[in-house]
């Protein structure tokens, strides 16, 4: 029974989305100050369709819990000797499992918004609701016409087909559901923008209540793009953190997107500017979510990462995006010029940096976008281009040096309007980091010319980003500016760990017998024994290697080519020696005729920065939040006892002032 109430779970869901988007449309056509009163059924539906899918989700994650070989994707996608946690991750492994978290992660958030959120004028808020019905509509058709995850066999399996080996990694539990969540935080948006353009409320109030999904999203995407580099740096045994692979592309083009929304939004709220570029950029950051989803899910990319290879479903979530991007941009250029221009600012101020960094942003956007579509543009005539680094990086590289130094000096400028030259000091002293630097660097040896300029670039963005709290109290700056400190200089710890990893990087590709030495560096790396081992779903070969830095006491690495029997399939396991000044990255791979065998080692000076200033970035971003929202109650409570005393006034019939706040 538990697929046939999964399923009853989400055509329920489907028809409270048609109720939520109907009701919510229908307060659209009531007079402002009026309520349909059908429109009161929009919030409760969008909270009992957040609790159903929610269910059926949690009803799928128990099919893949106890292995029921009776459904379909089970089988599919699960074997009984796969260990535990990966039965569960198999959950959201494959094409319809994923959808499903994406649809209740979908849900949840409008259940939310719906339960929660009271700021906004209820026809802005009802236009916003059905908004949302109306995306999670789409993706429930999808989910029941075209991907049912809870389809029965005719006859129970005897035996699951398992898992990608790929995906057998604690990093799957953590990558995907934080990605989607953050894709899905942007649907939110999308919808908190499209309700403000149709009822025309473009105003620092519905900013305020935007700022913290956008915010929330933009944590998850950081977070998730995170760990889903790292997971690809030691899985994948090719020793890189980023690919360009056009999967990871369908993450970064979104994040882009939402980096810049969130600067716009923050303006918006605290300076009631920038009011159409808000809107537009949360339809172009949903549209990018949508984007990424329809490459992942559609069958047209090849990846470890894209479950689907069925052109039909392809074509679904293809006319999913026409109608929801088309429609919204169609929208926009309709009503876009019914919203009121926001306040005006001057070029030199700290808007205006934000609005350089924000077409920065877009532009680095469009060329990951074109360079991500360009092969499957020329596939379509029978042209195979590969696109990778030598084009992403320089290509990109022309607006992120000056979106970078921007962004050093935008925090330090005052808003509406500064003058440059008061700013004399800090642009002196970032400079002199940039160049002392890149020349201290350069002196030492010869190195790649955007590795270096990024050694440059991170060491005067560390320095920048605690400009702010110069003479400040510590004690009294907001957290919410503590956060962009930290994120900012979380973008430059980053910096620096690319920069290193692609200046310093040393690789040793070397055929050795057993008892040979390697030399790497400053280590020594002798390969003492090959010997088999086994798994609970896998045999492998496993190199005992120890490693000795300048002399010193050895260490021993392990790393493993696995084969998986259910499904066949070879993969491998990466070795990984962590210091504070880098990683140590072993690979083992076939054995020659002559009984030697292939070990690849690279040492990384500093890689890890490359992820712990992403975990900072995202810790930032938290800090924003909860700056923001302890801003928010306080307002709340202050303006609650505003009314309460002057209802105390009223009640005692007397005309004395009311106490200001």
């Given at each position: ?6 399923l009853?779970a989400?055509?329920l ?7 939520q988007?109907v009701?919510g449309?229908f ?19 969008a ?7 929610v269910?059926?989700?949690?009803l799928l994650l128990?099919?893949?819990a ?8 089970v089988?599919s996608?699960?074997?009984s ?24 992660v ?5 259940g ?5 959120e ?16 109306f ?8 989910l ?6 809870f ?6 399996a ?6 990608n ?9 953590i990558?995907p ?12 948006a ?12 473009v ?6 209540v935007m700022?913290p999904?956008v ?18 740096y ?17 993450s970064?083009?979104?994040?882009l997107a ?10 918006l ?6 009011r ?5 950029l949360g339809v172009?950051a ?11 899910r ?6 470890v ?7 039909e479903r392809?074509a ?5 995006l026409?109608?929801?991007?088309g ?14 221009e ?46 990778g680094?030598p084009?992403?990086n ?19 400028l ?23 630097v890149?020349?201290?660097?350069s002196f030492f ?17 560390a320095?920048?980003a ?6 400040r ?8 500016t ?11 710890v ?18 050795v017998?057993?008892g040979?030495t ?21 045999t ?10 300048k002399?010193?006491?050895?260490v ?7 084969n ?16 504070w000044?880098?990683?140590l ?14 070990i ?8 890890t ?9 995202a ?7 909860a700056?923001?929202?302890r801003?928010d109650?306080?307002?709340r ?5 505003g009314?309460?005393r002057r209802?105390?006034?009223?009640a005692?019939g007397?005309?004395q ?5």
């Open positions: 029974m538990i697929a046939e109430i999964g009853a989400l055509w869901a489907a028809a409270l989305a048609v109720l988007m009701s449309a307060a659209l056509r009531s007079p402002e100050g009026e309520v349909n009163a059908l429109a009161i059924y929009a919030r409760p539906a909270v009992v369709q957040a609790v159903l899918a269910l059926a989700f949690i128990y099919a893949f106890v292995t029921d070989l009776s459904i379909k994707l089988a996608n699960s074997h000797m796969k260990p535990f946690i990966y039965k569960l991750t198999g959950t959201w492994g494959n094409h319809e499992g994923s959808m499903l978290l994406w649809v209740g979908l849900a949840l958030s409008g939310l918004l719906a339960a929660f009271r700021r906004l004028p209820e026809r802005t808020m009802s236009a916003t609701l059905a908004v949302q019905g995306v999670a509509l789409g993706f429930y058709a999808f029941l016409l075209s991907s049912n995850p389809e029965r066999l005719p006859v129970p005897a035996e699951g087909t398992g898992l080996p790929l995906l057998q990694d604690i990093g799957l539990a990558h559901p934080t990605l989607y969540a953050g894709y899905v935080g942007l649907s939110v999308f919808s908190l923008a499209m309700g403000a353009l149709l009822t025309r409320e105003n620092p109030a519905f900013a305020r700022r999904w915010l929330g999203a933009w944590v998850l995407l950081t977070f998730g793009i995170t760990a889903g580099s790292y997971w690809a030691y899985e994948l045994g090719w020793g890189g953190w980023w690919f360009w692979d056009p999967v990871e592309n369908a970064l083009m979104p994040w939402a980096t810049a929304l969130m600067h716009s939004v923050s303006v709220a605290a300076r009631d500017a920038l159409t570029w808000t809107i537009m172009l949903f549209s990018m979510s949508m984007l990424g989803t329809f490459l992942v559609s069958g047209v990319l090849t990846s990462h894209a479950f689907a290879v069925d052109p392809g679904f979530i293809l006319g999913l026409g109608l929801y991007i429609g919204a941009f169609t929208i926009f250029a309709l009503r876009a010029g019914a919203v009121a926001g306040k005006r600012f001057a070029v030199a101020s700290r808007e205006g940096a934000l609005v350089f960094n924000n077409v920065m942003l877009s532009a680095i956007l469009a060329i990951v976008l074109l360079g991500t579509l360009y092969p499957l543009l020329t596939e379509a005539f029978d042209v195979r281009v590969s696109v680094p084009y992403f320089p290509a990109s590289a022309i607006f992120a040096v000056p979106m970078l130094l921007v962004m050093a000096i935008g925090p330090l005052r808003w509406r309007q500064d003058k440059p030259a008061r700013l004399q000091f800090e642009m002196s002293l970032i400079a002199a980091v940039l160049i002392a890149i020349a201290l660097v040896g010869s190195y790649p010319f955007l590795p270096l300029l990024g050694l440059g670039l991170a060491a005067a963005l320095v920048a605690f400009l702010p709290l110069k003479g109290n510590l004690g009294r700056v907001p957290v919410a503590l956060g962009m400190v930290l994120a900012h200089f979380g973008v430059a980053s910096l620096f760990g690319m920069a290193c990893e692609g200046a310093f990087s040393q690789e040793r590709l070397a055929a017998a057993p040979a390697e030399q790497v560096g400053d280590f020594a790396v002798t390969l003492d024994s090959v010997s088999p081992v086994a798994g609970p779903n896998w492998a070969i496993e190199a005992q290697i120890a490693v000795r830095h002399g010193g006491e050895p021993i690495l392990n790393p493993q080519a696995r998986f029997w259910s499904p066949p399939q070879s993969t491998s396991e990466s070795a990984l020696l962590t210091r000044d880098g990683q990255y072993a690979v083992i791979g076939n054995q020659a005729e002559d009984g030697r065998w292939q690849r080692i690279w040492w990384k000076p500093f890689v920065f490359i992820w712990y200033g992403g975990l900072l970035i810790l930032g971003g938290i800090m924003a939040i700056g923001r929202v801003v109650v306080k307002r409570k202050a303006s609650a006892l009314a309460q209802a105390d006034v009223e005692l007397t005309s002032p009311v106490p200001a706040e």
